[in-house]
């Protein structure tokens, strides 16, 4: 009888689980969410999930109403997405609708009124799915969610799970940043990245447009075929259009040599000699920078926040037309100053301002800086402690959690734990972000949002960024909640589509060559330029330039082809390292290669970190290559005794030199015509303007700030001067063949 009874409850459970009665809830117990669970992704992750066991079939036999207020870019998003992002068209008129409908108030998951404008309410049943929206924005972002989780079952139809999706955002403002210091992106590429930001919920993006804006006040300023005031309010109104604000990031005082380059502004600096920042006591200098302010504010019309950087500002009240002596507590008052003025500037033109309220400002002035102000660099710790969160909120200034997702990486960013930085504790950059805002919240500030910085200081490609500038938008949007882990294997489904495979993994493997690359040079104080002005600490202080460099093996000289392994001996552990890391990047390349065709959307990202993947090979071969041109010199010299011998080993070690630069002309083709794609070339001559290259005075003049085109990547490379190598050893072919009667051109050696 107990068997029956179990049996009997067993089977009613089960028929219970095929009817609408049960429902999981999303909740902190598990380790992986509902969704997931039953293979679906949905960025960033919502707060409310109640799911049903079934998955509902979507297909053209569905139609589309849109009720009142429902019309606009919500609809045309859902409509041209679905065509877009799954090949699916809807009917004109069906029995199972998608309905949309503007209801304010149906989503209250917030106290706080501008977070629950945002929310929006998601039913997914058998014979209609019901998007609601609290407002335009929120009825849109209810739409991006069911694209999201619309993806193909086994039969290769298009389905949804039934349930409910109740969501709201945890903060107002989600920041992505783009920095176009030493690039220009085309505005064909930052329209994409406006519809992949809105897809993510990014609803504001800090340009840092530094001289790519050609500033109808100052012309000379921007840069030859600099972004034109319509373009600009054209990229504006798209982003609008999508609910997002393309908010301007001036940088100045600081980081303003894009203008005090030019000889025209050279009486505005804060010191002779140095181009980095402005006199903050001089009003012709703050005209200039408000000129350049009002420029931004012409060209995004609509757009309610300036990002006026204050970034670094070393030197405030160094200026030799300031009047008070230069020490701490005056820097400290020049700077709050300065944030006042611009401030109030701002204010009347209905401009609410953002900055970095950081150093040089000092805890006890915050007091002088006029409410409404937002601190975007809330994470910092030296200016993220109780006492200064405590001492902003009573001045009125409220925050952005920062996280950068890059600073002087090269070639691709550390968003994972890094296995060269053993024992040093790098959890690497997603998981910093995945706990920025969760831990910044102990410190009770008043949260307005998060800042994703992404610093283009190494000149990496912007597609590189995505994973980061997502992973700080999802824990704006939802604090604490998913795991890093799943987050980074949900960004991989919605990003690239539900075909893809190993993604992760190929991120991994990008970044472990990234870190080769980067770690593999010697530094020696450069040859090519000259000493800079100084560095933060003041004129004169450090300011040392530094080359990045490989020395080539020695050559013989003629009559002797004797020497010494210096090479391997140099750089053994490179080599060693280049040795175990061929094979991986290896899977790296066939890994891309085979998900390029697999993966539904974002192709070119892919071919961006395959060139990274082919630099990364090439970099790994050089090393080994050198290595074996030494070998070869070695053998030459153990055969000298055999002549025939020695010359094929020269000559062994000569190809390889070639095989190098071949190797490299090969790769660098191919690698900037991908680049270029959504880039224009770098520091271009237009309409008869050409690029002023000045090495910055200060925290500058590394290989990115020397080169006006892409070749600062290759720059090291150039360095090792393998074409003189190349000729001096051919001088020693020569010698040795004219001594040992041979002939001196190459032979089938094998």
Not at 393 to 412: H, N, P, R, T, W
Not at 447 to 465: C, I, M, S
Not at 614 to 632: N, P
Request: with cysteine; glycine share 8%.
């Amino acid at each position: 009888m107990k068997f029956i009874s179990n049996l009997t409850f067993l089977l009613s459970f089960l028929l219970l689980l095929q009817s609408d009665a049960i429902a999981f809830t999303y909740t902190d117990s598990g380790f992986i969410s509902p969704l997931r669970s039953r293979g679906f992704a949905l960025m960033p992750a919502p707060q409310e999930v109640r799911l049903k066991p079934q998955n509902i079939i979507v297909d053209g036999s569905w139609s589309v109403l849109a009720r009142a207020g429902a019309q606009g870019m919500p609809l045309k998003r859902l409509t041209t997405g679905a065509r877009e992002l799954h090949n699916l068209s809807f009917s004109v008129k069906g029995q199972k609708n998608i309905v949309l409908e503007l209801r304010p108030g149906i989503v209250k998951g917030s106290s706080d009124t501008a977070l629950n404008a945002q929310g929006y309410l998601l039913n997914i049943a058998p014979g209609e799915i019901r998007i609601s929206g609290n407002s335009q924005a929120g009825l849109f972002y209810g739409v991006q969610s069911l694209l999201q989780l619309l993806r193909s079952d086994d039969k290769g139809r298009m389905i949804v799970p039934e349930g409910e999706i109740r969501d709201w955002p945890s903060t107002e403002l989600r920041f992505a940043h783009w920095d176009t210091k030493h690039h220009q992106d085309r505005i064909a590429t930052l329209k994409r990245y406006l519809d992949q930001s809105a897809f993510f919920k990014i609803n504001a993006i800090a340009f840092e447009i530094y001289d790519k804006y050609e500033f109808p006040r100052h012309p000379l300023i921007g840069a030859p075929g600099a972004f034109t005031k319509k373009e600009m309010q054209e990229l504006t109104a798209y982003a609008k259009e999508r609910f997002i604000q393309l908010v301007p990031d001036v940088q100045a005082p600081s980081h303003f040599s894009y203008a005090l380059k030019h000889e025209k502004y050279a009486h505005l600096r804060a010191a002779e000699g140095n181009n980095y920042q402005a006199c903050m006591c001089d009003p012709e200098a703050i005209d200039l920078i408000f000129d350049i302010y009002q420029d931004m504010i012409d060209a995004t019309p609509g757009v309610d926040y300036f990002l006026v950087s204050t970034d670094e500002v070393y030197y405030s009240g160094i200026c030799n037309k300031c009047p008070r002596p230069y020490n701490e507590v005056n820097r400290s008052l020049a700077w709050a100053e300065f944030a006042a003025k611009a401030h109030d500037w701002l204010a009347k033109r209905g401009r609410r301002m953002i900055a970095w309220v950081e150093y040089p400002l000092l805890k006890e002035h915050l007091a002088l800086l006029p409410a409404g102000i937002i601190d975007g660099a809330f994470g910092s710790a030296a200016f993220s402690n109780r006492e200064w969160i405590a001492l902003e909120k009573k001045a009125g200034i409220s925050q952005l959690a920062y996280s950068s997702m890059q600073g002087g990486e090269s070639l691709f960013p550390d968003y994972f734990s890094d296995d060269f930085r053993k024992g040093l504790g790098n959890q690497g950059r997603l998981k910093t972000a995945s706990e920025m805002t969760l831990n910044g919240l102990k410190l009770n500030p008043d949260l307005k949002g998060v800042f994703g910085a992404a610093w283009d200081d190494a000149g990496l490609h912007n597609e590189t960024f995505w994973l980061g500038w997502v992973t700080v938008a999802q824990y704006g949007w939802n604090i604490g909640k998913p795991s890093v882990e799943q987050h980074t294997a949900d960004f991989m489904d919605v990003f690239y589509g539900y075909s893809s495979t190993e993604l992760t993994e190929i991120y991994r493997l990008v970044q472990e060559g990234a870190r080769f690359y980067e770690r593999l040079w010697d530094m020696p104080i450069s040859t090519e330029v000259q000493k800079a002005w100084g560095n933060s600490n003041g004129q004169g202080i450090g300011g040392e330039r530094r080359d990045k460099k490989l020395t080539p093996p020695v050559l013989p000289k003629p009559g002797n082809l004797s020497i010494l392994p210096e090479f391997r001996k140099r750089y053994a552990d490179k080599i060693e390292t280049a040795a175990g890391l061929a094979k991986d990047n290896e899977r790296l390349i066939w890994l891309i290669l085979n998900n390029v065709t697999r993966v539904k959307r974002n192709q070119y990202n892919l071919e961006v970190l395959l060139s990274l993947a082919y630099l990364e090979q090439y970099t790994i071969q050089t090393v080994l290559d050198l290595a074996k041109m030494e070998d070869y010199l070695l053998e030459a010299a153990k055969e000298e005794a055999e002549p025939m011998r020695a010359m094929n080993a020269l000559i062994r070690s000569r190809r390889l030199a070639e095989k190098i630069m071949e190797d490299q002309d090969a790769m660098w083709k191919k690698f900037k015509a991908v680049w270029e794609n959504s880039q224009f070339p770098r520091n271009r001559t237009v309409n008869g303007k050409s690029f002023v290259n000045i090495i910055p005075d200060v925290n500058g003049g590394g290989d990115i700030n020397r080169f006006t085109g892409l070749e600062y990547m290759i720059a090291p490379f150039e360095r090792i001067g393998l074409k003189k190598w190349h000729d001096g050893l051919s001088e020693v072919i020569k010698d040795f063949a004219r001594r040992h009667n041979l002939d001196a051109e190459e032979k089938d050696l094998d």
